[in-house]
């Protein structure tokens, strides 16, 4: 999946891992798993996440299942290249909320020696790939793609279907507002 050691050091740069998949898919629970075994490992590792994203903690990066770590809020990606300049590993919550110019802070990052880890929505809710997203998936070294288990069926869901009729793109919210869908449920639900 990733490689956490390497067979020639002297000619290793880093790399860019992205975990993308629908809401309740278990990103972030990954992306904070990737990064405690990091800090266990004695790396100095730096987590960041978009200013906009408030919803469980105005600071911390916090899966669904209350897992948590600490990290810092940012206005915009450019903001991740100076703050995390002298880590090994940087962690990136939410990356589908950034502008497109985090594919070049993470190419940037990991030009450097830096092990990048990107953690986010593949998919708007209309089904459409969100935001930077294809771009960091194209670029990255490893692509993890995670499933949640669909609302109305029970088989693996790879959509974020918004139960409201909200037409904005960014629209916080959790299982009061979203609900992860199969491909059938979702054409079902869109084509009503």
């Given at each position: ?17 992205v ?25 100095k ?17 916090v ?68 935001g930077?997203m ?59």
């Amino acid at each position: 999946m990733f490689l956490e050691n390497t067979v020639n050091p002297e000619a290793q740069f880093g790399w860019i891992e992205v975990i993308s998949g629908s809401m309740f898919s278990g990103k972030t629970e990954e992306l904070i798993r990737r990064l405690k075994r990091a800090q266990f490992a004695k790396q100095k590792v730096e987590i960041f996440k978009p200013m906009v994203d408030t919803r469980y903690s105005e600071e911390n990066v916090v899966s669904h299942d209350n897992n948590e770590i600490a990290s810092t809020p940012v206005p915009a990606a450019a903001n991740i290249r100076i703050l995390a300049d002298t880590c090994d590993v940087v962690g990136i919550d939410e990356a589908q909320f950034f502008d497109e110019g985090i594919v070049r802070v993470c190419n940037d990052l990991a030009n450097k020696g830096i092990r990048v880890i990107v953690a986010g929505l593949d998919m708007d809710f209309k089904g459409n790939p969100f935001g930077p997203m294809p771009a960091l998936m194209a670029t990255a070294e490893y692509v993890t793609k995670v499933h949640a288990v669909c609302a109305k069926t029970g088989n693996l869901a790879h959509y974020s279907h918004r139960k409201s009729t909200d037409e904005n793109l960014v629209m916080l919210g959790e299982s009061d507002a979203y609900e992860p869908l199969s491909r059938a449920a979702f054409y079902k639900e869109n084509h009503k």
